[in-house]
């Protein structure tokens, strides 16, 4: 039979559980609530940039900017670190969201853009909504929040006709 004195160790035991077992609880409910409110969004801290594959670079010049009705220009620079000058043909924009893949919905294509960029100079590629094979394709949804967009660049190199790809991510806050 068991004595009194550790039925009183086992009760102390219990509510000093119990009672930091609520003291957790308030935090994980605090931290859901600010989070819920966007105190913890990480898209603002986020740095502002863009990366490509396959001797593609960005430039320093990459931008979002909307005239305030719905219609987008996108502005960036690609370096050419080939050793022949390239032409790009299309590019392809999507939003991503932050650690996921693609968020779904309709690309923006802007097709037969034909830019030339010759080795190791920038080639500045510009296009808006209305160069685009697609009228509305929602870059512009929740506007002024950081965001980050998957980029698919098709262009051709000097003196020949096969088609190459350059993938990339544009992080930018749409203007």
Request: charged share 15%; aromatic share 10%; net charge negative.
């Amino acid at each position: 039979m068991k004595s009194l004195k550790s039925y009183t160790k086992g009760q102390a035991a219990l509510e000093f559980l119990t009672t930091y077992g609520w003291a957790f609880l308030v935090i994980l409910v605090a931290i859901g609530g600010l989070s819920y409110f966007g105190v913890f969004d990480l898209g603002r801290v986020l740095p502002d940039g863009c990366k490509l594959d396959n001797s593609l670079e960005c430039g320093s010049v990459f931008a979002i900017q909307t005239d305030g009705a719905a219609t987008y220009r996108v502005d960036f620079e690609v370096r050419n670190g080939r050793d022949q000058q390239i032409t790009i043909g299309d590019v392809s924009i999507i939003e991503k969201g932050l650690g996921e893949s693609t968020t779904g919905g309709t690309p923006c294509v802007a097709p037969a853009l034909g830019t030339t960029v010759n080795p190791d100079t920038f080639g500045s590629v510009s296009f808006t909504e209305a160069d685009t094979a697609v009228d509305t394709c929602g870059i512009f949804e929740n506007e002024g929040s950081k965001k980050t967009y998957q980029l698919l660049i098709n262009y051709t190199v000097a003196g020949s006709t096969i088609p190459l790809q350059s993938n990339g991510e544009l992080t930018t806050t749409p203007q």
